[in-house]
Nanobody, 115 residues
Framework: QVQLVESGGGLVQAGGSLRLSCAAS??????MGWYRQAPGKEREFVAAISRSGGSTNYADSVKGRFTISRDNAKNTVYLQMNSLKPEDTAIYYC??????????WGKGTLVTVSS
């Protein structure tokens, strides 16, 4: 059974930091990433990382502020979020691609940034 469990969300003031974690189990995963969905908006890409960690991609809106990383021994992907802005407020979802080509999603963790 595949499970992706996000944690680390919460309420933070603008300029603050949060670190999200996503613990994955049940498959061997290749690329992993984070997406977010703000109220009234579509889900959007935030960041992704290859299995080796050697390749990362970021949305322009978070470049220089967010850092994605992973620990394959723990099957966990992280998102360090610094210099948070009110527009970063959203539900953040973890996505993992299995080596067999199927995508899996977590249930999300809420990040609220107050101004």
């Amino acid at each position: 059974q595949v499970q992706l469990v996000e944690s680390g969300g919460g309420l933070v003031q603008a300029g603050g930091s949060l670190r999200l974690s996503c613990a994955a189990s049940g498959r061997t995963f290749s690329n992993m990433g984070w997406y977010r969905q703000a109220p009234g908006k579509e889900r959007e890409f935030v960041a992704a990382i290859s299995r080796s960690g050697g390749s990362t991609n970021y949305a322009d809106s978070v470049k220089g502020r967010f850092t994605i990383s992973r620990d394959n021994a723990k099957n966990t992907v992280y998102l360090q979020m610094n210099s948070l802005k009110p527009e970063d407020t959203a539900i953040y979802y973890c996505k993992a691609d299995s080596i067999l080509g199927k995508d899996y999603w977590g249930k999300g963790t809420l990040v609220t940034v107050s101004s």
